[in-house]
């Protein structure tokens, strides 16, 4: 990972272009760990494949689902993740040695998992027409919570026992939740339902389409929300001083495209929160908006296929997002020049080769007592090598490093023919004769 005391506070806090790309079978979802310095990514396959970001290998590959994986979800110190798949179940990992922890099973497909922030036996899952669960798997058994779809209609005066009320009813009793989140504290729970409503503790209407995806900003406060009526909302809470009962959200900005009136496959927000980036449907580009005027900044072009999943770089200007048919990730940044006169005033920096004429004295055998001195007045200014900067969501686990990812796969015992497995076991050939055993010297 990058020291972030060498990284330019001034440089550009958005990526330019496309620099690099990722490619191990098919994926369908990826996440950044709190670190940054590994990539998550589910497959079309049912794997789950943890990249090293810094090196571009393979630090984990993980097989534990039937079908296609729906989202992953990094734990906060980054040891656990949470995969969900269309197999119907859930399966939360160790990276530290790559195994299976627990595994739950659902009624239906699962549209997305997310993990609880502070504690990772315990999430909440979207389902498939069905309302959304919440899990709690401290126990042996899985310990399942049903949470309502209905929205909860703040009371005025219009409302009575009549039919409105029926209709209301029975509107409300259609809706479906499609995606279901945590807060940063993980007290409360932010979901999305077919009709619109975004639901809490209370809930608030936003819209007449189906609510797709929501994330949260790296801060915890706000809130970004893709819907299908084409139009990214950044929603701030309203008065967050006052119960949790009452707290309310409002619309900052509604971001779109007026003249094409693209869909949008994905949204979030920037490490700093203050751009918002989506992936357009059937389009190659990624739109990149700043929240101070809510104007558009920059539009990433990539590869010529569709781009579906989003995220980005929890500490840098970095943008991954996933190829719908080929399934690659790509891998959006800044373009870095290397400045070493800023750290070394003495540098200079050559645009081409020249001579260099040593001095007379530079290579000379100096005594001990002149050659000491010198390299005390050299050592005067002392070093830190010991502090870690420790970048936003580092809580100490670091990843094992496996150098063969497959090595788990490769140790599984294979069958053998029969004449090979007599020669294991020390039985005689075909050919009559026993295997020769060498003597231990």
């Known amino acids: 990972m990058a020291n972030l005391e060498l990284l330019d506070p001034f440089a550009q806090d958005y990526p330019e272009s496309l620099t690099a790309s990722l490619a191990y079978g098919h994926a369908t979802c990826a996440r950044f760990?709190?670190?940054?310095?590994h990539l998550a990514a589910g497959l079309a396959d049912g794997a789950v494949v943890i990249w090293d970001f810094v090196t571009a290998g393979i630090s984990r590959l993980m097989r534990g689902h039937t079908r296609t994986v729906q989202s992953v979800c990094w734990s906060?110190?980054?040891?656990?993740?949470?995969?969900?798949?269309?197999?119907?179940?859930?399966?939360?990992?160790?990276?530290?040695?790559?195994?299976?922890?627990?595994?739950?099973?659902?009624?239906?497909?699962i549209w997305g998992a997310d993990i609880h922030p502070y504690n990772h036996l315990m999430f909440v899952a979207s389902l498939y027409e069905d309302k959304p669960v919440l899990v709690d798997i401290a126990c042996l058994k899985a310990v399942k919570h049903i949470l309502p779809s209905i929205p909860r209609r703040l009371q005025t005066e219009d409302d009575d026992d009549g039919e409105i009320n029926e209709k209301q009813a029975a509107q409300d009793a259609k809706q479906l939740t499609l995606v279901s989140i945590y807060d940063r504290t993980g007290n409360y729970i932010y979901t999305g339902t077919s009709k619109g409503w975004l639901n809490v503790v209370w809930s608030n209407r936003l819209t007449s389409s189906n609510i797709k995806h929501i994330r949260l900003s790296p801060m915890g406060?706000?809130?970004?929300?893709?819907?299908?009526?084409?139009?990214?909302?950044?929603?701030?809470?309203?008065?967050?001083?006052?119960?949790?009962?009452?707290?309310?959200?409002?619309?900052?900005?509604?971001?779109?495209?007026?003249?094409?009136?693209?869909?949008?496959?994905?949204?979030?927000?920037?490490?700093?929160?203050?751009?918002?980036?989506?992936?357009?449907?059937?389009?190659?580009?990624?739109?990149?908006?700043?929240?101070?005027?809510?104007s558009l900044v920059k539009m990433l072009e990539g590869p010529r296929e569709e781009l579906t999943d989003v995220d980005w770089h929890p500490t840098r200007p970095v943008v991954t997002a996933l190829g719908l048919e080929s399934g690659i990730i790509y891998i959006w940044a800044t373009s870095h020049s290397e400045g070493w006169s800023t750290f070394a005033p003495d540098f200079k920096e050559l645009e081409e080769n020249i001579e260099y004429e040593e001095r007379e004295d530079e290579f000379?055998?100096?005594?001990?007592?002149?050659?000491?001195?010198?390299?005390?007045?050299?050592?005067?200014?002392?070093?830190?090598?010991?502090t870690i900067t420790h970048a936003r969501?580092?809580?100490?686990f670091l990843l094992p490093v496996i150098l063969d990812p497959n090595e788990e796969e490769d140790s599984i015992p294979q069958p053998c023919s029969p004449k090979k497995r007599n020669e294991v076991n020390g039985k005689p050939k075909p050919n009559g004769k026993k295997p020769t055993k060498r003597k231990r010297e």
């Open 221 to 294: 406060r706000d809130l970004v929300v893709n819907a299908s009526d084409r139009i990214i909302r950044t929603l701030v809470p309203t008065n967050a001083s006052t119960l949790p009962e009452t707290i309310d959200f409002a619309v900052e900005h509604k971001f779109q495209d007026v003249v094409n009136r693209f869909q949008w496959n994905a949204c979030g927000f920037s490490s700093n929160g203050d751009y918002v980036m989506a992936s357009t449907f059937k389009e190659h580009d990624i739109y990149v908006w700043e929240r101070t005027m809510g």
């Open 76 to 109: 906060r110190d980054g040891r656990f993740l949470l995969s969900a798949a269309r197999d119907w179940r859930t399966v939360l990992w160790d990276l530290a040695d790559g195994s299976r922890k627990r595994s739950v099973s659902f009624e239906a497909p």
């Open 364 to 386: 000379d055998m100096l005594p001990e007592e002149e050659a000491s001195k010198r390299k005390q007045h050299d050592e005067d200014e002392d070093v830190d090598i010991t």
């Open 393 to 396: 969501g580092d809580h100490g």
């Open 33 to 37: 760990s709190p670190r940054g310095d």
